[in-house]
């Protein structure tokens, strides 16, 4: 598995919910749910929430399929034990969370973890975790008291729900609350800004303000100015992203499912397929040893 993906901010929970591969094209399907039990208490949520996640992804990706993204535990008590360990890790070696507990969050976000679609499970080696659209009460598991700027060990920590880790070029590692900002707050990029919006900056470098995208024919700088399925064309307004066989000049000119080769946009590969980088396959799995795509998730 090789990505492109910069691995220098990093946000966790939101990356055991954000900064993975997405496996997409698994099949939704449901098993029987992973975290039954009494109701989740503060002091073993942690342990019930990474057997929920590495229960599903195992229920969902057969062993050559988890290989192929990197995850090489064996079962998924292993694989819940490593990724505990993560987590303690980015924690300072705890798993205390600066926040309260909220119980009735946390059994949602579990049911919502075993109830997933197979399409949510995202991988980042031994680090994963579902889709943040299919599990939305996790987030709200531990209600975080650490402000913007205070040093956190994972999202639950902070108020807003967002713990930015970054290492620097020597390899040490700082992490801080640092939510991406609503509507009507500066910024000075589109990545300060929420995912539904934009960063509207009338003259760079100045700080502009984060607005809602613009749909079709409004006038951007970049297609991350535009609605998701829009891109922002030669003539600087947005337009419908290009279906395979149009011209492209980068992957934002294409539509999903699609990926831009030789300046025009063509379907993201299949397994077997050759490929480059994660994002040339439609499982976003590019196998190292064979420069193939892996097959998708399929679950059972």
């Known amino acids: 598995m090789r990505t492109h993906r910069p691995v220098m901010l990093v946000t966790f929970l939101s990356a055991v919910a954000v900064a993975m591969l997405a496996a997409p094209g698994c099949k939704e399907d449901k098993t029987p749910g992973s975290s039954g039990g009494p109701d989740p208490t503060g002091s073993d949520f942690l342990s019930r929430y990474v057997k929920a996640v590495c229960d599903r992804t195992f ?15 064996s079962s998924a008590d292993a694989c819940a034990s490593n990724l505990k360990a993560i987590f303690v890790a980015f924690n300072g070696g705890g798993e205390e969370v600066n926040g309260t507990f909220v119980p ?18 995202e991988f980042f080696g031994a680090l994963l975790g579902v889709d943040e659209k299919s599990t939305p009460s996790c987030p709200d598991a531990w209600d975080g008291s650490a402000p913007e700027g205070e040093a956190c060990g994972t999202n639950w920590d902070c108020v807003r729900d967002r713990c930015l880790r970054n290492i620097d070029s020597s390899g040490q590692s700082s992490s801080a609350c640092k939510a991406r900002a609503v509507a009507g707050e500066p910024c000075t ?56 066989g149009g011209p492209c000049t980068s992957d934002d000119d294409c539509a999903s499912g699609t990926t831009c080769k030789g300046a025009m946009c ?16 439609a499982s976003s799995a590019c196998i190292d040893a064979t420069d193939t795509c892996a097959d998708v998730c399929k679950g059972n």
Not at 104 to 121: F, M, V
């Open 189 to 244: 990029s589109p990545f300060d800004c929420e995912e539904a919006l934009r960063c509207d900056q009338p003259s760079s470098p100045d700080p502009g303000t984060c607005a809602p995208r613009l749909a079709m024919g409004g006038s951007c700088k970049g297609s991350s100015d535009c609605e998701a399925e829009l891109r922002c064309a030669d003539d600087g307004t947005c337009q419908t992203r290009e279906q395979a």
């Open 104 to 121: 009735e969050k946390a059994e949602a976000c579990l049911a919502e973890i075993d109830a997933s679609p197979c399409a949510g499970i």
């Open 266 to 281: 063509a379907p993201l590969g299949a397994a077997g397929a050759p490929c480059f980088t994660d994002s040339d396959c």
């Open 59 to 73: 229920a969902c990706c057969d062993a050559a399929a988890r290989a192929a993204r990197g995850l090489d535990a």
